[in-house]
T-cell receptor, first 113, second 113 residues
Framework: EAGVTQFPSHSVIEKGQTVTLRCDPI?????LYWYRRVMGKEIKFLLH????????ESGMPNNRFLAERTGGTYSTLKVQPAELEDSGVYFC???????????FGEGSWLTVV | GQQLNQSPQSMFIQEGEDVSMNCTSS?????WLWYKQDPGEGPVLLIA?????ELTSNGRLTAQFGITRKDSFLNISASIPSDVGIYFC?????????????FGKGTKLSVKP
């Protein structure tokens, strides 16, 4: 069974540009989460989808971040325009609707220069 | 907001030694999770704890959910080189959504053969 897959694995963009990160959850997982870890800080929750609906987006830092999950399958996280402080690793994770085990992807490493 | 204090920040030990790390908080958590992250990978769940006082083992790993619900520890016995990585504690607070985990900053473990 394939795990949570994320693309791209690494991205280097200039300040002001746009980046779109993609996440494919484990097949059959209704719950999809985005987290990020900026350098030297802890992993922080961004938002949680149940199917295509945003269940909890309390962790989204500002309106430069837009997450979508059209059709309830894969999800995208767009950062527009990117700022230097957005650099870090963005993790996607998924779980079954009633399970507690959250499976993480390998992360998308974003560097904004 | 809720925070977790994880210590130590890093550890350098000899193969075969036992390891102990812990997380504390000023807030009550109803779930404690311990994850390990290998280089270039996403966090992988090691142990999940759901009840105060619960003591759970997974091979050479043992973790406990503190009685006060404000702390948890993880012990690794007889460490081996593949134990190298970053260990994160994570908690789910009262009323928190399923995916809104609060993470510690991690303990980086190095094992000398």
């Amino acid at each position: 069974e394939a795990g949570v897959t994320q693309f791209p694995s690494h991205s280097v963009i200039e300040k002001g540009q746009t980046v779109t990160l993609r996440c494919d959850p484990i097949s059959g997982h209704d719950n999809l989460y985005w987290y990020r870890r900026v350098m030297g800080k802890e992993i922080k929750f961004l938002l949680h989808f149940v199917k295509e609906s945003k269940q909890d987006e309390s962790g989204m830092p500002n309106n430069r971040f837009l997450a979508e999950r059209t059709g309830g399958t894969y999800s995208t996280l767009k950062v527009q325009p990117a700022e230097l402080e957005d650099s870090g690793v963005y993790f996607c994770a998924s779980s079954y609707s009633s399970g507690n085990t959250i499976y993480f992807g390998e992360g998308s490493w974003l560097t904004v220069v | 907001g809720q925070q977790l204090n994880q210590s130590p920040q890093s550890m350098f030990i000899q193969e075969g030694e036992d390891v102990s790390m812990n997380c504390t908080s000023s807030s009550i958590f109803n779930t404690w999770l311990w994850y390990k992250q290998d280089p270039g990978e996403g966090p992988v769940l090691l142990i999940a704890l759901y009840k105060a006082g619960e003591l759970t083992s997974n091979g050479r790993l043992t973790a406990q959910f503190g009685i006060t619900r404000k702390d948890s520890f993880l012990n690794i016995s007889a460490s081996i080189p593949s134990d190298v990585g970053i260990y994160f504690c994570a908690g789910r607070g009262i009323g928190g959504s399923q995916g809104n985990l609060i993470f510690g900053k991690g303990t980086k473990l190095s094992v000398k053969p």
